[in-house]
């Protein structure tokens, strides 16, 4: 999977998302950004401990999968942004962040949309 062309996809297809990213097992950002004149609210070392707590929270969540079924995304609203990370069919993380104000709903279905379409064949 092309992962700088689905973060940058990403990014493009709503003013509201500030960011969209893919990290590793550390928490470390591998892959993507933020948008053209966004300033990150967390340091590098802040931003990577919410990476790695994204992350625990999906081997949480991911663990329930057999009773609950599989899980598509998670969604924290914060008062200054809201945080969403959602799977990727190669079981990495999509970690993207949003206006506070946004429709995270819309916005996040457009991006799985969007994965799904474009990027499952991948995996195929």
């Known amino acids: ?8 996809d ?4 709503h ?5 969209s990213g893919i990290c590793d097992r550390t928490g470390r950002i591998i892959y993507g950004g933020y ?11 802040e931003e990577q401990k919410s990476n790695l707590l ?4 999906w081997r949480l969540y991911d663990s329930l999968a057999p009773k609950m079924g599989k899980i598509r995304y998670t ?5 200054k942004v809201k945080t969403a990370t959602i799977a990727l069919p190669d079981q990495h993380l ?10 995270h709903d819309r916005i996040i279905n457009k ?7 474009q990027y499952v064949a991948d995996f195929l």
């Open 35 to 45: 948008r053209e004149g966004f300033t990150p609210l967390l340091s590098s070392e």
């Open 1 to 8: 999977m092309d992962y700088n062309r689905l973060t940058n």
């Open 10 to 13: 990403v990014l493009a297809l």
């Open 15 to 19: 003013v509201d998302i500030r960011f």
């Open 111 to 117: 991006i799985i949309r969007k994965i799904l379409t």
């Open 75 to 79: 969604l924290e609203d914060y008062e």
């Open 94 to 103: 999509l970690l993207v962040s949003l206006e506070v104000d946004s429709d």
């Open 54 to 57: 994204a992350l625990e929270r």
